[in-house]
């Protein structure tokens, strides 16, 4: 099983609809996060949790909501579908610590299309 | 405002040559910079790490430079072998933020 879920791998769904993506890990990691990644764009940040009861918006969280449901699970949810949010959306996870800093734990991706 | 930037979108190698992929930052403030490599339909991995109180990092065919002054990082792929195929995002922070600015990436074909 892999390190890092995310349900579903892909999804199409109409604009206005609400939609939620999930992730959950088997790590142990206290920090979670939600990036999305559009061409020429890279990844950008849309929420990050450093733990259940720590919600952060990143870059770009306009139009996105999370919910930490347990130090496991993060889930990411469009009130409101439209088609600009079409993109591959990534949830990561990583481990903290004073004066450490670690990379992430990508999961393998949720590609979302908006019609 | 894009603070770090890949530049090259895509480069293309022959098998056994060196591949160099460069990344640059407009933040002085980073000191902790990753670079991640992606396959298609797969999450990005991490590869390779450098922090700012070195120059250089190297692990196996992968060596990471960093030239803070110039705020410019490049990570070299020796030899270059097909399986290297993939898009290389690098990646920068300032510890102690534990969140990850991403460049653009770039699409490296090594080619048989």
């Known amino acids: 099983d892999a390190d890092v879920t995310q349900t579903p791998r892909n999804r199409i769904t109409k604009t206005g609809k609400r939609i939620m993506l999930e992730c959950s890990q088997t790590?142990?990691?206290?920090?979670m996060y939600w990036y999305r990644q559009d061409p020429g764009l890279g990844l950008r940040l849309i929420y990050y949790?450093?733990?259940?009861?720590?919600?952060n918006k990143g870059e770009i969280s306009d139009g996105y909501s999370v919910s930490r449901q347990a130090q496991a699970k993060f889930s990411l949810s469009l009130e409101s579908a439209i088609p600009n949010q079409t993109a591959l959306y990534f949830c990561?996870?990583?481990?903290?610590?004073?004066?450490?800093?670690?990379?992430?734990?990508f999961g393998s991706g949720t590609r979302l299309t908006v019609v | 405002d894009q603070q770090v930037k890949q530049n090259s979108p895509s480069l293309s190698v022959q098998e056994g040559r060196i591949s160099i992929l460069n990344c640059d930052y407009t933040?002085?403030?980073?000191?902790?910079f990753l670079w991640y490599k992606k396959y298609p339909a797969e999450g990005p991995t991490f590869l390779i790490s450098?922090?700012?109180?070195?120059d250089k990092n190297e692990d196996g065919r992968f060596t990471v430079f960093l030239n803070k002054s110039a705020k410019h990082l490049s990570l070299h792929i020796v030899p270059s072998q097909p399986g290297d195929s993939a898009v290389y995002f690098c990646?920068?922070?300032?510890?102690?933020?534990?969140?990850?600015?991403f460049g653009t990436g770039t699409r490296l074909k090594v080619l048989a």
């Open positions: 790590k142990g990691h206290d920090r």
């Open positions: 990561a996870t990583s481990v903290g610590g004073a004066g450490v800093n670690y990379g992430y734990t």
């Open positions: 949790s450093f733990d259940v009861k720590d919600i």
């Open positions: 450098i922090s700012s109180i070195k």
């Open positions: 933040n002085s403030m980073f000191d902790y």
């Open positions: 990646a920068a922070s300032r510890i102690a933020t534990y969140k990850y600015i």
